[in-house]
Nanobody, 125 residues
Framework: VQLQASGGGLVQAGGSLRLSCAAS????????MAWYRQASGKERDFVAAVPWDGSRITYYSASVKGRFAISKDIAKNTVYLQLNALKPEDTAVYLC??????????????????WGQGTQVTVSS
């Protein structure tokens, strides 16, 4: 499985971006697709996740809930992350991940088998 993230950029505080993560290869072992972010010098943090099935369940970290929205297009093997009301503290490399995670491990990076290369989001004040 290969993951290709795109859509990052430079935006002013309060602005919006839409990230995409296109997956190629067999996703038969994937239970969830997720977005993480990693700011310079900091650990990788969970942002959002979505089951790779027909459910409408979504998961968010407390810091982005209500501002970000994760969605999926299974036919296109693509997961999206809509970033709204961006803040300077949202600046980070955003990475997509896929793996056989369960709801209990949805925010545990080591439980994801596949990672994309990341896309930079920079929010200016």
């Amino acid at each position: 499985v290969q993951l290709q993230a795109s859509g990052g950029g430079l935006v002013q505080a309060g602005g919006s971006l839409r990230l995409s993560c296109a997956a190629s290869g067999s996703l038969i072992s994937v239970n969830n697709m997720a977005w993480y972010r990693q700011a310079s010098g900091k650990e990788r943090d969970f942002v959002a996740a979505v089951p790779w099935d027909g459910s409408r369940i979504t998961y968010y970290s407390a810091s982005v809930k209500g501002r970000f929205a994760i969605s999926k297009d299974i036919a296109k093997n693509t997961v999206y992350l809509q970033l709204n009301a961006l803040k300077p503290e949202d600046t980070a490399v955003y990475l997509c991940a896929a793996g056989p995670t369960s709801p209990d491990s949805i925010n545990t990076p080591r439980r994801y088998d596949y990672w994309g290369q990341g896309t930079q989001v920079t929010v200016s004040s």
